[in-house]
């Protein structure tokens, strides 16, 4: 019986890493490690690109269509699920495994307990501290998005979100018997607030001072106007990139903690290792910053997995997050019996060809940022849900529901691009005779998809100031 250590972070973009080839030549040393020797998947995208519905999607191998869970308003006390579906987790528990999870977990409410132990230390916003007092050089944005994206953690303190390592090693150093441990990371999410020597290591490094802009889709273009950055300083566009890829340079030094612990124990061999995140983040990218569009920065996600029951090397073939709980299994010598939505990632390559992922609940309510309550689409109204689906070379995406209603033609706002041509999905091709068959096939399939959801009333997911207030007090931990 296989260990597994499941290594999660958020908002982390591929190309923060070395091995999916960072842009300024910036090494991951051992991160990259667990790539060479195992097997890294080229396109993993997430599910949902938010949190709450990424998460529960990746421990329950569940389309957020069949668990209404498709924005972080799913985590509000009023959220009811209709149905509590299995983790991966509790099969592993109900088979003989001690399951544990160590920092941050922002899931829907749950009666039935997700893992055996959950310690959330080291996995707050607040990472320890008063951030506005204590931390050092915090960056001012010229907007109204006004998350920490730069600041210096107090020299003076221990930085908090290493619990999340300390309490997971020494949990794990008490283990008798097969066991299941998730690290997970708030970071590289904002805020980011990092202690200076990681900063430091990138002081010689020149990064890109800009922010881009693309004739994409409203959807993308409204969300980089919420963002509102168009006025942000040069030498402040180059820091928010220079701390961001700072704060993946200690995820890879706890990597490193992870993996010397497991040789010092001498389980290295009987213990698989698996790496991914919830989604990305852009960082001036059209304009935006967080996640929520399906933009490549933001919809794509590491997956890195070290086991024989998968085989090694670099593979093309389309997967998501909903594939990592049949890949748990599998590693584990368990059978999924089909209750995942997700591929079989022990499987020879091909996979199922095409994706699909979904986010926001499309009510007069909705808000492109919840928590701030802050966001709404054109002429005031709700934001909009959005549905994806891509394949290894095109993506097409449209608005699915607006105002409690599915979206028209007029509101659909579809989007399509050719990964061949356009790599780095910047132009809108909808219109192009050339594509159009693709087009039209690849619409009919989204909303067909769209159109399966499981209904949430919007009393579930309506923010007031109460509510508004409570979740803040949950995220403090």
Request: glycine share 8%; proline share 6%.
């Amino acid at each position: 019986m296989k260990n597994i250590v499941m290594i999660y972070c958020d908002e982390l973009r591929c190309d923060a890493l070395g091995c999916y080839g960072n842009p300024y030549g910036i090494k991951t040393p051992n991160i990259d490690s667990l790539a060479e020797r195992g097997t890294i998947f080229d396109n993993c995208f997430c599910s949902s690109p938010v949190c709450v519905p990424s998460r529960y999607g990746m421990l329950t191998g569940k389309d957020p269509v069949h668990t209404g869970v498709y924005h972080n308003e799913a985590a509000l006390p009023s959220f009811r699920l209709k149905e509590e579906h299995v983790t991966f987790p509790e099969i592993l528990s109900s088979h003989g495994w001690k399951t544990a999870s160590f920092g941050k977990t922002h899931l829907p409410p749950r009666k039935t307990p997700v893992f055996d132990v959950e310690n959330h230390q080291g996995g707050s916003m607040n990472l320890g501290i008063q951030i506005k007092s204590e931390a050092k050089n915090i960056m001012s944005l010229p907007g109204t998005f006004q998350s920490v994206l730069a600041a210096d953690y107090p020299e003076d303190k221990k930085y908090d979100p290493e619990w999340v390592t300390d309490n997971g090693l020494e949990w794990m150093k008490e283990q008798t018997k097969p066991f299941f441990i998730r690290f997970s990371y708030l970071q590289p999410h904002t805020p980011i607030v990092v202690p200076r020597e990681y900063t430091e290591r990138l002081d010689d490094i020149s990064f890109d001072d800009t922010v881009s802009y693309y004739e994409t889709s409203r959807f993308e273009r409204r969300f980089g106007e919420v963002c509102d950055i168009s006025g942000i300083a040069a030498a402040d566009a180059a820091r928010m990139r220079k701390y961001y890829y700072a704060m993946v340079l200690w995820i890879d030094d706890q990597v490193k903690r992870i993996r010397e612990t497991l040789e010092e124990l001498g389980i290295m061999e009987e213990t698989d290792i698996l790496f991914t995140a919830d989604h990305g983040a852009s960082r001036g990218e059209n304009g935006a910053l967080a996640k929520q569009t399906f933009r490549p920065e933001s919809h794509r996600i590491p997956l890195i997995i070290c086991s024989d029951a998968i085989r090694p090397g670099r593979r093309r073939d389309m997967c998501s997050n909903l594939s990592v709980a049949p890949a748990v299994l599998r590693m584990c010598g368990l059978k999924s019996q089909g209750i995942f939505d997700g591929c079989d990632l022990a499987e020879e390559e091909g996979g199922p060809g095409e994706i699909y992922s979904i986010v926001g609940y499309g009510m007069k309510s909705s808000r492109a940022f919840p928590n701030k309550v802050q966001g709404t689409w054109y002429g005031e109204r709700g934001w909009p849900q959005r549905a994806c689906i891509r394949t290894e070379r095109y993506r097409l995406d449209l608005n699915t529901r607006l105002e409690n209603e599915w979206a028209g033609p007029e509101d659909e706002d579809l989007y399509f691009t050719d990964r061949a041509a356009d790599p780095d999905e910047t132009r809108n091709l909808a219109g192009e005779p050339k594509y159009r068959e693709i087009v039209r096939t690849m619409r009919e399939k989204l909303i067909t998809y769209s159109r399966r959801q499981r209904r949430v009333e919007e009393a579930e997911v309506y923010l007031d100031g109460k509510i508004l207030a409570e979740m803040k007090e949950i995220a403090k931990g």
